[in-house]
């Protein structure tokens, strides 16, 4: 039979591993439940930490992952939350040599700070856990601790790759989903953009027939010739305009007045289609 103490401390460790699994439960139900993107980069950092009573995580996400910038490039006006990054692989690499698994230390350097953790002066440990997905690191889900021996770099880390799994699955999942949306809008505007183009271009070439009809009527000193002529480049002007809807092939927005947004003829009409 085991000694009293050692039963003890097997129970405890059995409390605390369910603890551990119920803490992931609640990150996967969270994750389930959230299928916005913008709205899982906003929430996913503060949920994590409540859960695990952390002062500090954020997200680094890599910017060289081209969907991913793609869909940070069409997120609202107001772009990323603090606790949202965009850090290059390279500089990852150089801080934390392996980009395979979690790396734990409780000797926080300024540069793992001031990359992970921009703003804050101190913390005592932490633990960065890759996110990889179908061989694609989409970035790292970054864990902050005031307590040293929280994140030691000794520590058995099976349970902060399974955090790290399933933070990586569940932002995958919203990117493409997010991705689907885009498609989604972008053939709406493709459509909207060749039925306003049937509809507009009839009645414009009309216009234009009928002011260069009414502009040879004119003698050369008529005083009305320059208005018309005014007139003239106007309609051409909606001419060169309805070109550009003839021609969009992506959506893409810009801001415009009181916080909305508007297609951007130039922009997605320049792009290539696929």
Not at 45 to 74: C, G, I, W
Not at 84 to 109: F, H, I
Not at 153 to 159: G, V
Request: aromatic share 4%; charged share 25%.
């Amino acid at each position: 039979m085991l000694p009293t103490r050692g039963l003890d401390e097997l129970v405890q460790q059995a409390r605390r591993n369910e603890e551990i699994q119920k803490r992931l439960d609640q990150v996967e139900e969270f994750l389930l439940a959230t299928h916005d993107l913008a709205g899982l980069l906003a929430s996913l950092p503060a949920t994590v930490a409540q859960m695990y009573r952390l002062e500090a995580v954020t997200l680094a996400l890599l910017a060289e992952h081209q969907p991913l910038q793609e869909a940070l490039a069409s997120l609202p006006l107001m772009g990323l939350p603090e606790t949202c990054l965009t850090r290059p692989r390279k500089e990852l690499r150089l801080l934390l040599a392996d980009l395979e698994g979690p790396y734990l230390t409780n000797k926080v350097s300024s540069q793992l700070l001031q990359c992970f953790f921009p703003g804050l002066r101190r913390l005592a440990s932490l633990a960065v856990l890759p996110l990889w997905v179908g061989g694609q690191m989409l970035g790292t889900l970054n864990l902050g601790s005031a307590a040293p021996q929280r994140y030691q770099p000794a520590l058995d880390t099976h349970f902060l790759e399974r955090l790290g799994r399933k933070a990586a699955f569940g932002l995958n999942a919203a990117l493409l989903l997010d991705r689907a949306r885009r498609m989604e809008q972008r053939q709406v505007v493709v459509e909207m953009a060749g039925a306003a183009c049937h509809e507009l271009a009839q009645p414009l070439s009309t216009l234009m027939l009928g002011l260069e009809k009414l502009r040879r009527s004119l003698a050369p000193d008529d005083p009305r010739l320059q208005e018309l002529e005014g007139l003239m480049d106007q309609a051409e002007r909606m001419g060169d305009t309805v070109k550009k809807i003839s021609q969009v092939n992506d959506y893409v927005t810009r801001p415009y007045a009181q916080g909305l947004r508007i297609v951007d003829l130039q922009a997605a009409s320049s792009k290539e289609a696929g």
